[in-house]
């Protein structure tokens, strides 16, 4: 079946620490977004690429970081610079349209990342 | 700047009573727009989208949205509820971006119960 997966599913950091979030996905989609998902604050955008060896930094990038070497995968690094890491992270794709903003996002089941 | 406006956090109605959720975007080009659900812990999933044409747009598990331009607004409704639809409901907009990948901007969320 095609489809993203995230995993792990839940993920136990030590403060300081370097952490990878895993995204892969097999749509064959040539965009990739990496979302943080706070109690009220619906959904915030953190990295997006359109193709592979380009990202942007979307509205809250400061303390993380990406990489996109290959289609299918997208990792999410939340760096020791993140000072308020916990959250719920997902992760998503859409087609090769994207640039136009009319194509719908598909999404992984997400990554509860928490600080201990 | 684009942006989502959901400005009802949580709503309660009864099972079987109608539904309309309040959606109103900011953008400065055509919108394109979406509606998703999530239910918790979970990823989000298309309940259904609007691109062009016809202003009311179905979508699955019986929901429905009417795009309004002169009121910028975007609404889902449901003529009647079922216990299954209490989840988390997000209005999103495409932004097209034609120096690089596309954004999806999300709204901040509604959430909804159901009364028995």
């Known amino acids: 079946d095609g489809g993203i997966t995230q995993s792990p599913k839940y993920l136990f950091r030590k403060e300081g620490q370097n952490v990878t979030l895993s995204c892969e996905q097999n749509?064959?989609?040539?965009?990739m977004y990496w979302y943080r998902q706070d109690p009220g604050q619906g959904l915030r955008l953190i990295y997006y690429?359109?193709?592979?060896?380009?990202?942007q930094k979307g509205d809250i990038a400061e303390g993380y970081s990406v990489s996109r070497e290959k289609k299918e995968s997208f990792p999410l690094t939340v760096t020791s610079a993140q000072k308020n890491p916990t959250a719920f992270y997902l992760c998503?794709?859409?087609?090769?349209?994207?640039?136009?903003?009319?194509?719908?996002?598909?999404f992984g089941q997400g990554t509860r990342l928490t600080v201990v | 700047a684009q942006s989502v406006t959901q400005p009802d956090i949580h709503i309660t109605v009864s099972e079987g009573a109608s539904l309309e959720l309040r959606c109103n975007y900011s953008?400065?080009?055509?919108?394109?727009l979406f509606w998703y659900v999530q239910s918790p812990g979970q990823g989000l999933q298309l309940l259904l989208k609007?691109?062009?044409?016809?202003?009311l747009v179905q979508g699955i598990k019986g929901f429905e949205a009417e795009f309004k331009r002169s009121q910028s607004s975007f609404n889902l409704r449901k003529p009647s509820v079922h216990w299954s639809d209490a989840a988390e409901y997000f209005c999103?907009?495409?932004?097209?971006?034609?120096?690089?990948?596309?954004?999806?901007?999300f709204g901040s969320g509604t959430r909804l119960s159901i009364r028995p």
């Open positions: 998503a794709s859409s087609s090769g349209q994207g640039r136009l903003g009319n194509t719908e996002a598909f």
């Open positions: 749509l064959n989609h040539d965009a």
């Open positions: 690429s359109q193709i592979v060896n380009d990202f």
């Open positions: 953008y400065g080009a055509t919108p394109y």
């Open positions: 609007y691109f062009s044409g016809d202003t």
């Open positions: 999103a907009v495409g932004a097209a971006d034609y120096s690089s990948a596309s954004k999806i901007i």
